[in-house]
C-alpha cells in the first residue's frame, strides 16, 4: 500500500511527496516548518461533529487536533484557517505569496526610526528604563487572532 497525505481541506489522498492537493490546491505543509502533515497508510474516517460546514458543505479539520475545525479568517483580504485549540495556522494556495509581496512593499514604513538615547553623565541609571512596544506591522495583525 503506497503512502499518502490526506488533505485537511478535501480529504482527497495524496502522494507523499506533494506540497498542494491536487484536487482543491490547499497546502499540505505543517505550518511555518516546512514539514510536511503525518503521512497515513491506511484510510482515516474524517472526524463529523457539529462544526460550521464550509467549502461545499465539507468542513476542514485541523491535521494536528484531528477533531477541531479549522476556522477562517479574512486578514486584510488574505484568508487564514487556523484550530482554535492548538492555534495552527494554515494558508490557501497563493495566500503566502501575498502576504510576502505585501510586507516586502511595506518594507522600510513598518520599522521605527532609530532613537538615540540621551546620556545623563550626573547619574548611573535611567528613570525610563522600559522600552516602548513596538509597532506589531503587518504579520501581527494577519496572526492576532485574540
Not at 77 to 83: H, L, M, P, S, T
Not at 84 to 98: A, H, N, T, Y
Not at 109 to 128: C, I
Request: charged share 25%.
Amino acid at each position: 500500500m503506497t503512502e499518502t497525505l490526506p488533505c485537511i481541506r478535501c480529504g482527497t489522498d495524496n502522494p507523499a511527496d506533494a506540497r498542494f492537493c491536487i484536487n482543491c490546491g490547499a497546502s499540505l505543509m505543517l505550518g511555518t516548518t516546512g514539514q510536511t502533515m503525518p503521512l497515513t497508510t491506511t484510510p482515516q474516517p474524517s472526524p463529523r461533529s457539529d462544526a460550521v460546514q464550509q467549502q461545499g458543505g465539507k468542513a476542514m479539520y485541523c491535521p494536528i487536533c484531528r477533531e477541531v475545525a479549522l476556522v477562517m479568517a479574512d486578514r486584510q483580504g488574505i484568508e487564514v484557517d487556523y484550530c482554535p485549540q492548538c492555534r495552527g495556522v494554515w494558508l490557501d494556495r497563493g495566500e503566502l505569496d501575498k502576504i510576502i509581496e505585501r510586507v516586502a512593499l511595506q518594507g522600510g514604513a513598518t520599522q521605527p526610526p532609530a532613537q538615540q538615547r540621551e546620556r545623563h553623565e550626573h547619574r548611573d541609571y535611567d528613570d525610563d528604563y522600559r522600552r516602548k512596544k513596538k509597532r506589531g506591522g503587518l504579520l501581527g495583525e494577519l496572526f492576532d487572532f485574540d
